[in-house]
């Protein structure tokens, strides 16, 4: 059976030790619980825990939880899949942050979509850092540009980056990439004055996040790690 709260626990540790060489504490970092395929019931153990950000990848799924959990207020929903345009209203309108926005086109529509009297939506670009054709993400030589489009959108609050790495790299090859990423996103805020409050990489999982922290991680996304296997 697995044992939540110890996960939690194991990787509130693991983030603690990874920050040690760095200037920055575990309060600088966002833990996102992962919780693609697990029920409400394991959601809500690991809320009672401390736990309040949690990233979903299908929307009617998250849809479902969300109306299970409508009693957790303070909840934080953090949509981490493939985003599809006929989906992007009920995204709008039902979370708190999107991660993967990979055109301008789809940041626009969820601009439209969020409603007056929510706050801007919390947004980061999705980076192909390692140029893989299976992977969705703008390039690198794209960043700029789309960052900048992104930003003038009122209802939209864009505030970094976020990458997947390669399945099953190196340590190595994984520092590489977080390591190009912190250095794409101070040349993202260098490109114009209306980006220079970038302030967030979304990078790292259960198998690579002391990499990532350690290379300027500011979100981590967990889910095996804390809830087990799908």
Known sequence: MINIPINLNNINCRIQQALATTDRCIKDIILVAASKGQPSEAIRIAYALG???????????????????????????????????????????NFDWVHTIDKAKIAKKLNISRQDNQPPLNVCIQVNISEE????????????????????LPRLNLRGLM??????????????????????????????????????LSMGMSSDLEAALQEGATIIRVGSAIFGPR
């Open 51 to 93: 736990q309040k950000h949690f990233g979903e990848n299908y929307l009617q799924e998250a849809l479902k939880k969300q109306q299970e959990l409508s009693d957790l207020s303070d909840i934080c929903w953090h949509f981490i899949g493939p985003l599809q345009s006929n989906k992007a209203r009920k995204i709008a309108e």
């Open 133 to 152: 054709e299976s992977k969705s993400g703008l390039s690198v030589q794209e960043c700029s540009e789309v960052s900048t489009a992104v930003k003038a």
């Open 163 to 200: 990458t997947i790495p390669q399945h099953n790299a190196t340590e190595i090859e994984q520092r590489k990439t977080f390591k190009a990423m912190s250095k794409l996103l101070l040349r993202v805020r260098d490109s114009s004055p209306q980006l220079t409050t970038l302030d967030t």
